[in-house]
C-alpha cells in the first residue's frame, strides 16, 4: 500500500479541532474553493492502496462520507497516530460508507466476489473488511463538493464542463488510475462513466478495464435497479474477460 497525502498535512491540525456536530461555521477552514453555487470542502480521501484488483470511482463524496472520514480523522490524530495512518482509517471510515450494502449486492450479481476469490464483495469495505486490501475506493472529484449546499450530483454544473471540477479528473484521478495499472474500474454512474471516456480518449485507461453501465448505488437514484439489469449480462462478461487477463 502506499500513501499520498496530498493535502492532509496542511489541514491536520484544523481536523483535530473539530466538533462531532459538523456545521457551515466548524467546516470553514476546510474550504479549498468557493465559486458559488459550487464548494469544495477538503476531507482526507487522499490515501491510495497500490494493491487494489478493482477501484470503485463515484462523483464525490458525500456529506456523510465526509463527516465519517473526518471524525475517523480527527480521532486518529487524536491518538497520536501518524499521519499515514490516520489518512488510511479515514479513507476506509468514509468511502462509500451510506451505500456498501447496495453495491456489494451488486457487484455479487455481476460476479465479482468470483473473480476475486471472496465469498462476498461486503468484504472488501471499512477497516475490518477482511479482504481491504483488494479495494481502491476514489471519486472522480477526490474532496466533497456541494452545490447550493447540497451534495454534487455529477449533472448542475456537469462534471466535464466546469473548468473547476474536471481539473480533478484530469490531474488527480487521472495520477491515481494511472497507479492501479491493472484493477478494473467500476464508474458509479453516467457522469463517472463520461468522466472515464474522456480518461480513456487521453490513454490514461483502456475502456477494457471500465466496468461502463454501473449505476449510482445510492438509494436517492429511483432509476438504479432498472439502469443496472440492462446492463447486467454485459458487466458480467466484462468482469469474467477482465478476470482471465489480469486474474489468472
Not at 129 to 136: A, M, P, S, V, Y
Request: hydrophobic share 40%; glycine share 6%; aromatic share 6%.
Amino acid at each position: 500500500m502506499a500513501q499520498t497525502l496530498g493535502r492532509f498535512a496542511q489541514f491536520a491540525d484544523a481536523i483535530k479541532r473539530l466538533p462531532s456536530d459538523l456545521s457551515d461555521a466548524a467546516l470553514t477552514p476546510l474550504i479549498i474553493a468557493d465559486e458559488p453555487p459550487v464548494r469544495i470542502v477538503y476531507a482526507p480521501f487522499d490515501w491510495i492502496n497500490e494493491r487494489a484488483r478493482v477501484v470503485i470511482c463515484g462523483i464525490t463524496p458525500g456529506r456523510d462520507s465526509m463527516h465519517n472520514s473526518l471524525m475517523a480523522a480527527r480521532d486518529a490524530l487524536r491518538q497520536g497516530r501518524s499521519l499515514e495512518d490516520a489518512a488510511m482509517v479515514a479513507k476506509r471510515a468514509g468511502s462509500f460508507s451510506n451505500m456498501r450494502s447496495s453495491l456489494s449486492h451488486m457487484l455479487d450479481a455481476i460476479g465479482m466476489h468470483t473473480a476475486l476469490g471472496v465469498p462476498t464483495t461486503m468484504s472488501l469495505f471499512g477497516n475490518d473488511g477482511e479482504h481491504r486490501d483488494l479495494l481502491q475506493t476514489t471519486s472522480c472529484c477526490r474532496y466533497p463538493v456541494f452545490v447550493n449546499k447540497d451534495n454534487y450530483s455529477g449533472h448542475s454544473p456537469r462534471l466535464m464542463k466546469s473548468s473547476l471540477l474536471r481539473r480533478f479528473v484530469e490531474d488527480q484521478l487521472a495520477e491515481e488510475l494511472t497507479m492501479l495499472k491493472q484493477a478494473l474500474i467500476v464508474p458509479c454512474g453516467k457522469a463517472v462513466d463520461e468522466a472515464l471516456h474522456h480518461l480513456a480518449a487521453r490513454r490514461v485507461v483502456t475502456e477494457e478495464r471500465c466496468l461502463f453501465g454501473f449505476p449510482h448505488a445510492s438509494r436517492a437514484n429511483g432509476h438504479r435497479n432498472k439502469f443496472f439489469n440492462q446492463n447486467k449480462q454485459q458487466m458480467t462478461d466484462k468482469i469474467k474477460a477482465w478476470a482471465k487477463s489480469y486474474c489468472s
